[in-house]
């Protein structure tokens, strides 16, 4: 059971590219959800899912954009890649609301 | 909005002590909260969960405390050993907001001393 899968695990952008980064959950979880941290912070919600279809934003939207096309994957495009945007980014899953998320291993970006 | 925050930025114990981790927060509504274990390099690592309707709540060495009346949470490590070193966050659900996701704290470094 592989849980939730992060790719790439390390990315290294100048600014103004764009990427994605991927994450996928194999537990059929309704619920997924993108963190990042900065250094020595706590995680800030970026965008989550409630299901297939439906996404909405979290505290700090600007400069990302997700899609949910299916029930296990939630990709997290980041078009004009800014300084300010490197970070790490945890992708997470949930069955539902009220149960604890399950954490992917990160993606480390860097823009520079 | 949510603000959970923690008192201390780094806590120092020796190995075999009692370790306690606090966590204040500021919205009355939080109705879930999660303790999360971070090591370097790993994404966080879920601990132990308490609900509102619940004062305290028990693990294998962990123990959460929810004080409602004065918004405050702790997260209690028996017997502390050297594995338990990492970062630790608190965690909450607020019930009002309409977001259905996890509102985090900055989190509290535990180091333990040989």
């Known amino acids: 059971n592989a849980g939730v899968t992060q790719t790439p695990k390390f990315r290294i952008l100048k600014i103004g590219q764009s990427m994605t980064l991927q994450c996928t959950q194999d537990m059929n979880h309704n619920y997924m959800y993108w963190y990042r941290q900065d250094p020595g912070m706590g995680l800030k919600l970026i965008y989550y899912s409630v299901g297939a279809g439906i996404t909405d934003k979290g505290e700090v939207p600007n400069g990302y954009n997700v899609s949910r096309s299916t029930t296990e994957d939630f990709p997290l495009r980041l078009e004009l890649a800014a300084p300010s945007q490197t970070s790490v980014y945890f992708c997470?899953?949930?069955?539902?609301?009220?149960?604890?998320?399950?954490f992917g291993a990160g993606t480390r970006l860097s823009v520079l | 909005g949510e603000s959970v925050g923690l008192h201390l930025p780094t806590l120092s114990v020796q190995e075999g002590d009692n370790s306690i981790i606090n966590c204040a927060y500021s919205n009355s509504a939080s109705d879930y909260f999660i303790w999360y274990k971070q090591e370097s390099g790993k994404g966080p690592q879920f601990i132990i969960d308490i609900r509102s309707n619940m004062d305290k709540r028990q693990g294998q060495r962990v123990t959460v405390l929810l004080n409602k009346t004065v918004k405050h949470l702790s997260l209690q490590i028996a017997a502390t050993q050297p594995g338990d070193s990492a970062v630790y966050f608190c965690?909450?659900?607020?019930?009002?907001?309409?977001?259905?996701?996890?509102?985090f704290g900055s989190g509290t470094r535990l180091q333990v001393q040989p």
């Open positions: 965690a909450a659900f607020e019930a009002d907001t309409g977001r259905r996701a996890l509102t």
């Open positions: 997470a899953s949930s069955y539902s609301q009220g149960l604890n998320p399950y």
